[in-house]
Nanobody
Framework: VQLQASGGGLVQPGGSLRLSCAAS????????MGWYRQVSGKQRELVAS???????NYLDSVKGRFTISRDIRQKMVHLQMNNLKPEDTAVYYC??????????WGKGTQVTVSS
């Protein structure tokens, strides 16, 4: 499985962006799919995830603002980000996890929130 993230960019505070992660190869609903972000010098953190029948989980600081969704048939995972804040600035990565020992990462996409 190869993952390609897109949709990042520069946006003003309060704005919105939609990140997309396109998968090549098999992608099943049983896979854990997650969006992570990383700021230079800090650890990568899990922002949102979706797994199984559609159970989602979010980082506390993005709850109510970000929404993760997936389209298994199109092999896509999206992260809708609304009311963006400067502290959301980071490189965002998507990950697919097939098992405890098999996971795939996409290249990151930069999100910059600044006026």
């Amino acid at each position: 499985v190869q993952l390609q993230a897109s949709g990042g960019g520069l946006v003003q505070p309060g704005g919105s962006l939609r990140l997309s992660c396109a998968a090549s190869g098999s992608l099943f609903s049983t896979y854990f799919m997650g969006w992570y972000r990383q700021v230079s010098g800090k650890q990568r953190e899990l922002v949102a995830s979706i797994v199984g029948g559609g159970t989602t989980n979010y980082l506390d600081s993005v709850k109510g603002r970000f929404t993760i969704s997936r389209d298994i048939r199109q092999k896509m995972v999206h992260l809708q980000m609304n009311n963006l804040k400067p502290e959301d600035t980071a490189v965002y990565y998507c990950k697919a996890k097939r098992s405890p020992t098999v996971e795939y990462w996409g290249k990151g996409t930069q999100v910059t929130v600044s006026s």
